[in-house]
């Protein structure tokens, strides 16, 4: 596929067939399927859970059409820990899946680095300015949820997986 990019999905399955709608909803960007273009992040993922299932770790491999799928679909991209994207990881996270009004989401993950911020502000032990500050020190690194069925069947094509 012309202008396409290598997408990864960590875990312990093969994923030829990936579902939006499968899954935990109150992840960052509420219930989609999660890929990064980062491939050392994805192999992370695929082995914290290889560790809590004791299953082999898999790295599932994609080509996406990125540059259509931003062009034709309802797309929401972070490129910096802000407000809004502090906002909508803990409504997702509470369940509210406030992002299933785009059809792909793409940021930084709250993780180990960031979560520790996120939970002070939610619990308001700091403010959103003292958050702002504490989230603008941290490098994002990148996940990609796609919320809609029809936009994986288009733009998102299985190429592989390895085992780690």
Sequence with gaps: VMNSIIVYHG???VVKEPLCNYGR???DFGLGFYVTNIREQAITWAN??????NKPALLNRYKLNKEALLKEAKCKIFNAYN???LRIIIANRAGLN???EFDYV??????DRVVDTVNLFIAGLIDLNGALR???KHQPNNQMCILNQDVINKYLIYDGTEEL
């Design 83 to 85: 407000e809004e994207w």
């Design 134 to 136: 504490e989230l603008s």
């Design 106 to 111: 793409e940021g930084g993950v709250a993780n």
């Design 48 to 53: 914290n859970m290889s560790r809590n299932r």
């Design 25 to 27: 909803k109150n992840l």
């Design 98 to 100: 406030v992002a299933n």
């Design 11 to 13: 875990g312990t399955e």
